[in-house]
């Protein structure tokens, strides 16, 4: 690296520090609060907390044989009254719910059959790695585990699917671990991603959510057995967490107290006497100021955090929206400034970042690498009326991304049509700070799609960003069954070995459409390999209808029901496969898209129309890692490829897009939701990657996969906008059974550089926005600092990258992502 070379403001403090400046940030003032509380957690392994494991399981074998939603309520009784409370030093936000440092806690309920022998294994374990204290150990394998075998949704799972839909799903060993190719995600967590309605904390209180209850007990008929049997546990569970978060909060605001009488700093004595102050106040009764509704807003999503484990984490929504009031009114009346708020909100997100989201299992922690978390905060967009929705407090949340070097919280920009040049510059310029943020959603093509799937204009305008790419609209959307992923390289390599895979040998996995050798056309090959396709859909449909069918027998979410409209007025349990009057909104991934695309297209133009070689000759070569076969592998390579505005691809595209449309479109109301089709990985297409083989696109055995809707690693040649147009012309907008795609773009920091790269930037996602595509995020960063941090890890730990739908440090990756991201195309230009 040279002098010249131009870094992002991200590089700029990691290079500083290598040199020997000690602030994190190269920030002093009204940060060094943060920033001290920053300093004693970074870098930390996280360890295993286990007291919600070990209180929910002494609180089960209480509780037996009483309705599930009754016992998920008293077990979140028993914890708020049993489990330890924390205010960490200098912190403005009282509550955490694991021990000091980061941390991450059990939910024995999705995996106490395997966790007696797993937890031995998470110290060492190279995703994602977890500390355990040897006593905690011996708890887990003498107490938690011993009850929760023979009772975890796993288990129930693997006895309902069928032989030939197990066989596609799970290996034969003793724990049915992942096979990676139609994956289930429903046994490693007990919802997707998820956000609440914080605003009626805010506005009513838990208080005013008991007494709303309380009114509807006193209205059930006695005599009525669906009001006694159904009805009234529902009410008393909701009663009963309103009680538990209550004395919870009490339970901070008397270790505030306590905390205070020992504190000899006098300012510090006075903070702490505030926070018990608030904390006696919310989340039990409506927040009166902007302390108060952050401290309300964050007890609510922690205590979420302990009621269930929710793919991606409970999101925080719309804070720039349901925060406003409280801001608005606290700055008229002189009570806080915004350097004020910016370290309320730095508070947070330190606290946020503290809680780590632990897998036990080996696919759930291979689908979430490097401390994967989603707890997206969501700015901008539109009000319910169709209105702007940008505000003061929209900057002060893109100013926090930009001055605080931490990958928490996930931000996320909605963007429409009438955005102000202000806000895309100001989203701009974050995105250059090089750390990932903000992602940015797409009203143009999120809200019709929403209208189409049964929504109002009000509802519709008001969604907020959750997990990776998605969005829910709080008190409409009703579906939480985790969805599967599904591995179409895996379906394309069937194609080649007549329903078998090189990693599986003679094995029969998938069905058999023909030897390589009998395919004389290409609309042949391409008609076998959507027969396995659809196989794939058929099987994953049958995983969906047996998850639906059984998580309300092993999940309860009295918390998360209570504060969603439709249950309370209907008195059902958000896990209950139906909800009155709401909209159930699924998916299915689509693993390997490029991939697959790419796989096609160098058939398509090799063998069936230059005659280069033959469907043998490729079969041959991969069998062989294209050893030995370097001019072959080199054609493959220079086929057409997706992400280059190439329609020889695109058109492949779009048909494979198509074809998995009108399956859902068929087949999803025999499910009751709609079951859509996403394009989401996570970082699925690295481990789905190591099951599959060599493919025709010229791609090594046991590689990752193409990344979400992107572009083969290396394969788009043509810059940023033919990636955006591919991705425009593969799309099928006649059919709504569409769902998120994400698209990652990787730009050099010089092609961004001053205000003329902002201002190509905001050019950039205009485009992205006129062209109603979904998502998009960046990394804005040179290729040489990614080299550089794989080689000297020491000195980049606190590099952060986009991954998908998330950031996370570069350093915490496994060399497989890391070489992944690596592999991304660098644009020089937009």
């Known amino acids: 690296m040279t002098e010249e070379k131009i870094f992002s403001g991200q590089e700029e403090r990691i290079l500083s520090e290598i040199k020997g400046n000690k602030n994190i940030a190269g920030l002093h003032g009204p940060k060094n609060r943060a920033f001290a509380l920053l300093k004693r957690v970074q870098g930390q392994k996280p360890v295993i907390d286990i007291e919600r494991g070990l209180y929910f399981t002494r609180s089960f ?44 806690i059990l939910y024995p309920e999705l995996d106490g059959d395997i966790m007696g022998d797993a937890i031995g294994q998470l110290p060492d374990r190279e995703t994602s790695p977890f500390d355990i204290d040897g006593n905690d150990a011996r708890l887990i394998a003498e107490e938690i585990a011993p009850y929760w075998k023979g009772k975890t949704f796993h288990e ?87 009680d538990a978060i209550t004395l919870w909060a009490r339970r901070h605001a008397e270790l505030a107290d306590e905390k205070a009488l020992q504190e000899n700093d006098l300012s510090r004595r006075t903070e702490l006497k505030n926070i018990a102050e608030i904390c006696r106040r919310v989340p039990e009764y409506p927040a009166r100021n902007f302390r108060e509704a952050v401290q309300s807003q964050w007890f609510t999503q922690l205590f979420s955090r302990v009621e269930q484990k929710t793919g991606t984490v409970i999101s925080n929504g719309r804070m720039d929206q349901y925060l406003y009031p409280f801001y608005e009114k606290d700055i008229k009346e002189g009570l806080i400034t915004d350097n004020d708020v910016q370290e309320i909100f730095d508070c947070e997100w330190v606290a946020m970042s503290q809680y780590i989201d632990l897998y036990i299992s080996s696919a759930g922690g291979a689908f979430n690498e490097g401390y994967a978390h989603w707890e997206a905060v969501t700015v901008g967009g539109q009000t319910p009326d169709g209105q702007d929705a940008v505000n003061d407090l929209t900057y002060v949340l893109l100013k926090s991304k930009r001055e605080f070097p931490l990958n928490y919280p996930d931000l996320a920009a909605r963007v429409h049509t009438r955005s102000t040049q202000q806000y895309l510059a100001e989203v701009a310029e974050t995105i250059k700070e090089g750390s990932g943020f903000p992602k940015l959603i797409n009203d143009e093509e999120v809200i019709p799609l929403l209208l189409a799937k049964g929504a109002d204009f009000a509802e519709a305008y008001d969604y907020s960003v959750s997990g990776c790419a998605e969005c829910r609209m709080p008190n409409r959307d009703t579906y939480t069954s985790p969805n599967a992923y599904i591995n179409f390289a895996a379906a394309l390599e069937m194609t080649i070995y007549n329903g078998r895979m090189a990693k599986y040998g003679s094995e029969l996995i998938g069905i058999e459409t023909g030897e390589i050798d009998t395919f004389t056309s290409f609309d042949e090959f391409f008609a076998a390999y959507l027969q396995q396709q659809k196989n794939f859909l058929k099987h994953a449909f049958i995983q969906q209808h047996e998850i639906i069918r059984l998580r309300a027998n092993h999940f309860a979410s009295p918390l998360g029901s209570a504060l969603h409209k439709l249950c309370r007025s209907s008195l059902v349990d958000i896990h209950q496969p139906h909800i009155d009057g709401g909209i159930d909104l699924g998916y299915f991934e689509f693993i390997g898209y490029a991939t697959v695309i790419d796989s096609l297209a160098a058939i398509k133009k090799i063998v069936f129309e230059d005659r280069k070689a033959t469907l043998a000759q490729i079969k041959e070569a991969m069998t062989k890692n294209f050893a030995g076969y370097d001019i072959l592998r080199q054609r493959l390579l220079n086929a057409p490829k997706y992400g280059n505005n190439d329609s020889y691809a695109d058109e492949l595209g779009k048909r494979l897009d198509k074809e998995a449309l009108l399956f859902t479109r068929k087949y999803s109301a025999e499910l009751g939701v709609n079951l859509d089709l996403r394009y989401v990985p996570f970082t699925s297409h690295v481990p789905f990657g190591k099951v599959v083989g060599a493919t025709p696109n010229g791609r090594l055995a046991w590689t990752p996969l193409s990344d979400g809707s992107s572009a083969s690693q290396g394969a788009d040649t043509y810059g940023p906008t033919a990636v955006l147009l591919s991705n425009f012309a593969t799309k099928n907008y006649q059919y709504h059974e569409r769902a998120a795609r994400l698209l990652n773009v990787k730009l050099s920091p010089a092609c961004v550089r001053g205000e003329k790269g902002t201002k190509k930037l905001v050019d950039f996602i205009e485009a992205w926005r006129d062209l109603k595509l979904w998502h998009i995020q960046f990394n804005v960063i040179n290729q040489e600092t990614l080299i550089a941090a794989q080689k000297n890890p020491e000195n980049y730990r606190n590099l952060l990258v986009r991954i998908a739908g998330y950031s996370a440090y570069f350093t915490d990756l496994s060399i497989d992502l890391q070489n992944d991201i690596i592999a991304r195309t660098q644009n020089e230009a937009i």
Request: glycine share 6%; net charge neutral.
């Open 61 to 104: 074998k209480e509780t037996e044989g009483q309705p599930m939603i009754l016992r998920w309520a008293k077990a979140l009784k028993y914890y708020a009254e049993q489990a330890t409370v924390y205010i960490d030093d200098d912190q403005l936000i009282a509550g955490r719910i694991g021990r000091s440092g980061r941390y991450g």
């Open 156 to 242: 129930d799972l693997i006895k309902a699917l069928t032989p030939k839909t197990a066989a596609l799903t799970y290996n034969n060993d003793k724990d049915f671990s992942s096979r990676f190719i139609v994956n289930e995600t429903a046994s490693f967590r007990s919802s997707i991603q998820w956000v609440h309605d914080y605003e009626i904390v805010l506005q009513q209180g838990f208080f005013g959510i008991r007494t709303e209850m309380g009114e509807k007990l006193r209205q059930l008929d006695p005599f009525s057995p669906i009001d006694q049997t159904e009805k009234k546990p529902f009410i008393e569970a909701v009663i009963i967490v309103c």
